[in-house]
């Protein structure tokens, strides 16, 4: 017998003794710890209700989760406001997904300057002063639609300002070449909290007298700062993939230097890029989470802040962190699944 | 008739001399960039009273770190404080690099195992720890894990040897006696023993092609003499155990929950980044090197340790220099928490103590570029050693 169940048991899970028992000691594990948490995460859990009273089951008390939903994803934003970040979230969803769906020539003429223009749109919009809303300070931005606007703005900007920084650092002119290896190796080496550190202790010293730089604004010069020196890198890679017949070819039809760059090589370093520009952009996402540290109320300090409520006596640890936990994992794990599917189509080599 | 050479460019389309105008424009533009910075910064400073300098060093620091590795006081300088601090970076960097690294080669190891559990497990891992920010996974130990074992007096132990509560964990000290400095010169001469044997079997396969067991050799050298001598001696090394007196135990080495918290979620987190890489590394090596090592009769475990290992190290081991340099970098969340390492004493108290803002991130940034040189150094010799050798 060699199909079915058994034969595919016999193969996977028995094949010999050694694997035998490392089965039935993983099995016995996974059958002490697995009933148990199903049921705090499930069956005993809390569901409904609005104040730690109603949680009065053992399991997990997803009412506390409810009851702070709307600081987790929109921190203090004034609630008659949230259709403003909706909004915003809605016109990067449909920039990300409309770019996929048109052509070539529509993408470059229309999407590229779109996504360009989407941070400054979106703080016209979610500060609203410049427009006639109701004007609503950065103080109150913050929950997890901060670390994506953060992340999504950073990077917006990083893609651009990067592939300048690459392109410094293969130019022949010394000087270029110098200064740009100098900020990509100095946005690189050192701790991103540190960057955040020099950028809300340092920065300020760095104006003139008495202009008072928004604390947001900071965060993001540094987000995007440290974001280009990891793109610049991941550029580098593409640009050591594309041969040298590509250059050649090019110069041979007399395009001009930017011609070159732009048309000819761009799309090849972007094309076989992609899976490392994702995966910068999952650890620049994961990293807007240290925003904490320095005082930003993104979704991890809403969290601690909703965790020492004494309203609701703050033991609900558990069910905080796994819920940002899942928050973070869906969007990270969702991006790693995207760029491995671009991997695979790049990748025609032969394997086993 | 004397005519110009009409192929001949305006001299501003000539690209020598462009790039000299576009370089002289860069030095200019940034010339008054740092320019505006450095007066700003001057002027501010003054507006603040802020000196600059690095006198601040030299002053009695007054205040105290949760833990040092080296004794100190409230009453010693802010140079010192820098020390404790460095001393704890470095502490926690290497008990994670070394975990992380055992970690992830478990992990990558176990992802082509025969077991479809195991493999399973291993790409769990992997996808779950990889896809959470640290910090939260730090947070989760800190607070949602250790802060809620319990008391001294319900410690959880092992053996009476190891404790752990809420304090923190309580390990058992080495306590040397007479004559430990022999057993030790014992595991030193072992060591370079082995080093020596291993160099004397290639020489002697390379010549006559009679293969040495220079594994087994080499473990009776370097564990088996220290132990013999050990016993010779007249086991000159007791354990010292934690006892519990009063509230809590003292006696032996004591773990901080802070160091234990970063070190685990630093350990869980870069092992599954190196996890994926030690794959991706096994993956690399084609087929058809496995089809054609079997075809000349080699066996299964040969086969790993002389065909498959040495091509993976190559791709693995440019990942593991990265890995490190960010698990070093990551150990700045310590300050999240609480743990006295470089960050949290020197950019985090000292500061604002001393409000000494620009020398002070300046130092902590060049100790971090100082560690990546290191680590960046290390690795090259080591990829040196596995890279691919064309004779």
């Known amino acids: 017998m060699t199909t079915g169940i058994v034969a595919w048991m016999k193969n996977n899970l028995f094949s010999s003794i050694p694997n035998t028992i490392a089965t039935v000691f993983i099995l016995a594990i996974l059958a002490n710890f697995i009933p148990g948490l199903l049921d705090w995460l499930f069956f005993s859990a809390n569901w409904s209700g609005e104040t730690q009273d109603d949680c009065v089951k053992d399991g997990a008390c997803w009412v506390f989760i409810q009851a702070w939903s709307q600081q987790f994803f929109y921190g203090s934003y004034p609630t008659e406001e949230i259709w403003r970040i909706n909004l915003c979230l809605g016109l990067l969803l449909s920039v990300v997904i409309g770019s996929n769906f048109v052509s070539k020539t529509i993408r470059t003429k229309i999407f590229v300057p779109l996504f360009l223009l989407l941070p400054f749109v ?15 300070s950065t103080d109150y931005w913050g929950g997890f639609s901060l670390n994506i ?19 410094g650092r293969r130019s022949t002119m010394p000087l270029a070449k110098s200064i740009s290896v100098l900020l990509i190796e100095f946005f690189r080496g050192v701790p991103v909290l540190a960057l955040f550190f020099m950028g809300s202790v340092m920065l300020p010293l760095f104006f003139t007298e008495g202009t008072n730089v928004d604390k947001l604004l900071r965060v993001w010069i540094v987000l995007t700062l440290f974001m280009a020196g990891y793109m610049a890198e991941v550029y580098r890679g593409g640009f050591n993939a594309i041969p040298q017949g590509q250059y050649e070819a090019a110069d041979s039809l007399g395009l001009s230097y930017w011609q070159k760059t732009l048309l000819i090589i761009l799309p090849q370093v972007l094309k076989v890029s992609m899976p490392n520009i994702l995966a910068t952009f999952v650890m620049l996402f994961k990293n807007t989470s240290f925003l904490m540290i320095i005082g930003i109320f993104e979704i991890l300090s809403t969290t601690q802040a909703a965790l020492s409520n004494s309203y609701w006596l703050g033991g609900h640890a558990n069910e905080g962190y796994l819920f940002v936990a899942m928050l973070f994992w869906t969007v990270c ?7 491995s ?9 032969h394997r086993k | 008739m004397a005519t110009k050479n009409l192929s001949e460019p305006v001299f501003y389309n000539n690209p020598g001399i462009r790039a000299v105008i576009y370089q ?14 450095i007066s700003n910064t001057i002027t501010n400073m003054e507006a603040r009273g802020i000196k600059s300098g690095f006198e601040f060093l030299g002053s009695t620091a007054g205040f105290d770190i949760l833990m040092s590795l080296i004794p100190y006081d409230a009453t010693h300088t802010y140079g010192k404080t820098f020390v404790v601090g460095l001393l704890n970076t470095i502490l926690v960097s290497i008990i994670g690099i070394i975990f992380a690294t055992i970690v992830g080669f478990i992990i990558g190891v176990a992802h082509f195992s025969h077991n479809w559990l195991i493999r399973k497990l291993a790409v769990i891992y992997i996808e779950i720890f990889r896809n959470i920010p640290l910090l939260l996974q730090i947070f989760f130990w800190y607070f949602a894990v250790l802060s809620t074992l319990p008391g001294a007096r319900q410690s959880l132990s092992l053996g009476e040897a190891v404790f752990l509560n809420v304090r923190g964990l309580y390990l058992p000290n080495l306590v040397r006696e007479d004559g430990s400095a022999v057993v030790i010169a014992a595991f030193i001469i072992g060591i370079l023993a082995s080093f020596i044997v291993k160099h004397w079997a290639r020489k002697r396969q390379e010549k006559t092609g009679q293969q040495f067991p220079v594994f087994y050799t080499n473990i009776v050298l370097i564990i088996g003499l220290p132990v013999v001598t050990f016993f010779a001696m007249g086991m000159p090394f007791g354990l010292e155990y934690p006892v519990l007196r009063g509230f809590n135990y003292s006696g032996g080495i004591t773990v901080i929950p802070e160091l234990m918290a970063l070190a685990l979620s630093l350990t869980i987190y870069t092992g599954a980044f190196i996890g994926e890489a030690v794959r991706a590394g096994v993956q690399s090596v084609p087929h058809g090197q496995t089809e054609a090592a079997r075809s000349i009769g080699m066996k299964e475990k040969q086969i790993m340790k002389l065909i498959i290992v040495p091509q993976a190290m190559r791709v693995i ?8 340099q960010s698990l070093v970098k990551n150990s700045t969340l310590a300050t999240a928490i609480g743990y006295p390492d470089l960050f949290t004493v020197f950019v985090g108290t000292t500061l604002n103590q001393t409000g000494q803002a620009i020398e002070i991130v300046f130092m902590t940034m060049a100790v971090y570029f100082v560690f990546n040189m290191i680590i960046s150094v290390v690795m090259n010799l080591f990829n040196k050693k596995v890279a691919l050798v064309s004779k």
Do not use: D, H
């Open chain 1, 341 to 349: 599917s671009i991997e695979r189509k790049l990748n025609t080599e």
């Open chain 1, 122 to 136: 979106s703080i016209l919009i979610l500060n609203g002063s410049w427009i006639g809303l109701e004007p609503v």
């Open chain 1, 333 to 339: 794990f969702g991006m790693s699944v995207i760029s």
């Open chain 2, 317 to 324: 081991a440019p990942i593991l220099n990265s890995e490190y």
């Open chain 1, 149 to 167: 606007f953060l992340a999504a703005a950073s990077i917006i900007v990083a893609f651009p300002l990067g592939f300048i920084w690459a392109l």
């Open chain 2, 24 to 37: 002289i424009l860069l030095v200019l533009g940034l010339g008054y960039f740092f320019y505006l910075i």
